[in-house]
């Protein structure tokens, strides 16, 4: 069964580094998110790409990120310049419908 | 954004009993609903949905009522097992048809005793 996978699965910066989570979405969906979870809170949107555009952003989704999708394939979420509570997992999801969203296991972000 | 809570962090039960876990949304304005699972180091993992046009709707084992008088919903886990052991999260959205932000619940863990 096709699934989302996200690279790496920890990734540990310094703050004030930039850093780079790769997903590789399920095949032929059309619609991308990122998600964000600080331990011990909510699971929170952060951005929905759709049609090579971003679709939606919360007020988290700040100048400091990015969304690419380079190649047809990857999806990937930027944080130029890291602080501490941008610690969190960061989780990809896709879907064929704009309501239907597979996440992929998530990538742990820890800023020192 | 609304805030989407769960009335109950923890959960146990006895592996074979039925679980319920249930969540409470405070956006009227809602109309899509997902409940997901989440086990340890995994993503959530769809479960089932439900429009604001239904009041019920059943997967296997699984069942969501949905009570938009009360803007309340739950989840029914039938013969729960130990594979079911994991957090249990709701999830809203305002507008199904174009939106796609979803706000989700804090999480119920749910516990199943062999």
């Known amino acids: 069964e096709p699934e989302v996978t996200q690279t790496p699965s920890h990734q540990v910066t310094q703050m004030g580094q930039e850093v780079i989570l790769r997903c590789v979405p399920i095949?032929?969906?059309?619609?991308f998110y990122w998600y964000r979870q600080i331990l011990g809170q909510k699971v929170e949107f952060l951005v929905s790409f759709y049609n090579n555009e971003i679709s939606e952003k919360s007020e988290i989704f700040d100048d400091q990120f990015s969304v690419e999708r380079p190649d047809g394939s990857n999806f990937t979420l930027k944080i130029r310049s890291t602080k501490l509570e941008d610690s969190a997992m960061y989780f990809c999801?896709?879907?064929?419908?704009?309501?239907?969203?597979?996440f992929g296991p998530g990538t742990r972000l820890t800023v020192l | 954004g609304e805030s989407v809570g769960l009335h109950l962090p923890t959960l146990s039960v006895q592996e074979g009993d039925n679980s319920i876990i249930n969540c409470a949304y405070s956006n009227s304005a809602s109309d899509y609903f997902i409940w997901y699972k989440q086990e340890s180091g995994k993503g959530p993992q769809f479960i089932i949905d439900i429009r604001s046009n239904m009041d019920k709707r059943q997967g296997q084992r699984v069942t969501v009522l949905l009570n938009k008088t009360v803007k309340h919903l739950s989840l029914q886990i039938a013969a729960t097992q130990p594979g079911d052991s994991a957090v249990y999260f709701c999830?809203?959205?305002?507008?199904?048809?174009?939106?796609?932000?979803?706000?989700f619940g804090t999480g119920t863990s749910l516990t199943v005793i062999p």
């Open positions: 999801a896709s879907g064929w419908a704009y309501n239907e969203q597979f």
């Open positions: 999830a809203e959205n305002a507008d199904s048809n174009t939106g796609n932000q979803f706000y």
């Open positions: 095949s032929n969906h059309l619609y």
